[in-house]
């Protein structure tokens, strides 16, 4: 296939293609129109075919997309086509709530809850081990892990990643509530809550707004 | 102020310019030039002053950027300047973990955690209790509920959603793995976690195939 460069404003559409393409095969759809998929996911049709033309196409004129290759293939574009190895750090709730997710079947394999509390040694969730930072390094590197998540206290958060970057981690999945600086080849993906929040309540008062507006 | 359309991508980044000053004034700094926050949040200075002069501007040409009235003004656009009473649907672990999360210095009141589990009747979360589902309706009206957290199982969100649309409900911050439908009055914004966890596998596969390509 070839390769361009892909805006990012694609890629945060694509795992929504890979969940309703997913539903479909479950579902025993075989093939699909971008008419179709337009209207069921609310994006144009002509949105829909310009999104899968960046990665060479996938539909054929008049005879719509096969459901299944293309699933298939935007798993690969999306790397959800092989095993990543993870690590929880922050063994809280937010940590534990994490860890009962079923991301494994997106390939994402929790593999331990790392959690400085000797409270904590000897329990699980699910069967996820729950360990002491100081096994960090060697467990790691044995296991080959590849993201970590960070649920832990804003004020040890930045130690914490500039540790798990020596170890050779990859990617890093930032829950808390700053932005983390590290080096080019390691990726974060940041999920900030209170800023997701925020954007809400911008959406409810500009919405008021606007309300209030049309009754004067 | 005049209002003016403002684009998603400069709504997206206020949260985080609000998150950056907060520090800046805990830290007493009173004033700070579009270059040095710049500096700070590594977005170039032109971007900044173009984002804040979609709101009038808020800058004085050599003198910088006021942090406290900066901060003030963007905290009344997002409208966390008031409080917004919430409730969480779901008490499970993502849901007790939201309810240990505190929203409240921005504004955002976890008022009550909704489930249907009789086992769960009469316990708390930090004093925030726990109510079963049929104290719904009235609870919403009683308390002024503005945003419900949705962090139920999946199968049963839609209806759910429904329900509290029917109460009034203007706002819903989904967790759940699917895209609501409700009325063009109430406003969703979702934080769909597997969605983050594949743009994190995205560019972790999308830099491996560029280097892959250097070494060639």
């Known amino acids: ?20 393409l997913g539903e479909m095969l479950n579902n025993g759809v075989e093939r699909i129109s971008s008419g179709e998929l337009s209207t069921k996911m609310q994006v144009t049709a002509s949105q829909i075919r310009q999104d899968l033309n960046n990665f060479g196409g ?4 008049g005879y719509g997309y ?6 298939d293939e935007i798993g690969k574009i999306l790397g959800v086509d092989k095993k990543h190895p993870m690590i929880i750090i922050g063994g809280g709730n937010f940590g534990h709530a994490l860890a009962n997710y079923d991301f494994e079947k997106n390939g994402f394999i929790t593999k331990a809850i790392f959690d400085v509390r000797p409270s904590l040694v000897g329990t699980d969730v699910r069967g996820i081990p729950v360990l002491m930072m100081d096994e960090l390094e060697d467990f790691v590197a044995r296991e080959h892990i590849e993201i970590a998540v960070l649920t832990l206290p804003k004020d040890r958060v930045a130690e914490t990643a500039d540790r798990l970057v020596r170890c050779g981690i990859k990617a890093l999945w930032n829950f ?3 932005d983390l600086k590290v080096p080019d080849d390691v990726v974060v993906e940041n999920v900030h809550l209170v800023d997701s929040l925020m954007q809400l309540s911008y959406r409810i008062s500009s919405y008021e707004n606007e309300h209030k507006k049309e009754e004067v």
């Open 58 to 61: 996938f539909g054929q004129q």
């Open 66 to 71: 096969n459901v299944k290759f293309l699933y």
């Open 1 to 20: 296939m070839e390769e361009r460069q892909i805006s990012k404003a694609v890629i945060k559409r694509l795992p929504r293609y890979y969940r309703y």
């Open 176 to 178: 808390a509530h700053l």
